[in-house]
């Protein structure tokens, strides 16, 4: 869709800056608003279109691998991005020939609108998350590792509770605009319940992987780091799978 390409080339750009190191928090700060607010109204406006018109969203799916270090830790964001986004994700764990080496990848489910944008958040967050733990240094009493882990898991949280709130936002938003049409809510419920059905045919038996325990004293800065954070397939050999957990 030609009129997308300007939205989405605002928020590449808007992720860029904020990509920076030498961003300036205050400057982070006010790009985050922005930049959440595009992108939820972005895939508002796809799941609107597609409903009310000729126009394609494909629902379909898509593999990402997830590398080391810290992989177990990278899909909790990446899960945590598309469910808020109105995907779905399973966690798959693949051990690769011919050394067998354990290797992570999420199984994104979703229409190809809410996928692109949680493919590109998610690759901006990486960046964002790398750089901001590059400056943080760890408290000496701290094992690396485990203040790391602490640190990306409150990473995760500030960034998917402030998604949800873009999301319901640009919502609220829609729903107000006279020339709405069908209601914005049942358009989203429909979609929902179609990549559900979508992820259950491919995972008939997925299980909810179990909550994890964390030891390290990073969260409180993670959340910090998250909130300042700008929102702007293979085959496979042996493999198990998890859902990757709902954050409500």
Known sequence: MDNDVPVLDRVRK??????DPSCPPAEAEALTAKAAELIAKYGIDR????????????????????DPPYALDKTQLLGGVAEALRCRAVRRTHYAPPEFRKQLMVHLFGFGSDLERTELLYTSLLIQSANALASRPVPPWQQPAAFRRSW????????VARLREAERRAERQAE?????????????ADRTALVDRRMAEEYPRVRNAPPRRLSGSGFRD????????D????RVGRRSAAAIPRRR
């Open 47 to 66: 799941a609107m279109l597609a409903a009310s018109s000729d126009e394609a969203d494909v629902l379909g799916d898509r593999v990402i691998v997830v």
């Open 14 to 19: 808007l992720l860029a800056k904020a990509e």
């Open 222 to 229: 993670g959340q910090d780091a998250g909130r300042r954070a």
């Open 231 to 234: 929102l702007g397939g293979t």
């Open 176 to 188: 107000r605009d006279p020339g709405a049409g069908s209601s914005v809510a049942l358009v989203l």
């Open 152 to 159: 990306l898991a409150g990473f995760t949280s500030a960034v």
